[in-house]
Nanobody, 115 residues
Framework: QVQLVESGGGLVQPGGSLRLSCAAS????????MRWYRQAPGKQRELVAA???????NYAASVKDRFAISRDNAKKTMYLQMNSLKPEDTATYYC?????????WGQGTQVTVSS
């Protein structure tokens, strides 16, 4: 079994920054693609950013140039550096990971951007 645990969420003022982490544990040989999703109340879950094992990245248009996804394969951890946060970034953020055993989700971490 694989467990994903997100951390780093919280309340931040508009224009502020947060760094999310997603730590994987369990029977993992290798984690392939990893992703951050978010879901705001009353909205569908949306893909925010993705990163391959080798470090290739892509971003949703709404966060490009403000967010940066990265990973440390040795630590089996993924990060999301979020800068210039806006109220519309308020959501629960989930990490997602592909392994040979299947695709796994974390439990989510809340990010609230408000003055």
């Amino acid at each position: 079994q694989v467990q994903l645990v997100e951390s780093g969420g919280g309340l931040v003022q508009p224009g502020g920054s947060l760094r999310l982490s997603c730590a994987a544990s369990g029977s993992i040989f290798r984690i392939n693609d990893m992703r951050w999703y978010r879901q705001a109340p009353g909205k569908q879950r949306e893909l925010v950013a993705a990163i391959t094992y080798s470090g290739a990245t892509n971003y949703a248009a709404s966060v490009k140039d403000r967010f940066a996804i990265s990973r440390d394969n040795a630590k089996k951890t993924m990060y999301l550096q979020m800068n210039s946060l806006k109220p519309e970034d308020t959501a629960t953020y989930y990490c997602n990971a592909d392994t040979i055993r299947g695709t796994y989700w974390g439990q989510g971490t809340q990010v609230t951007v408000s003055s």
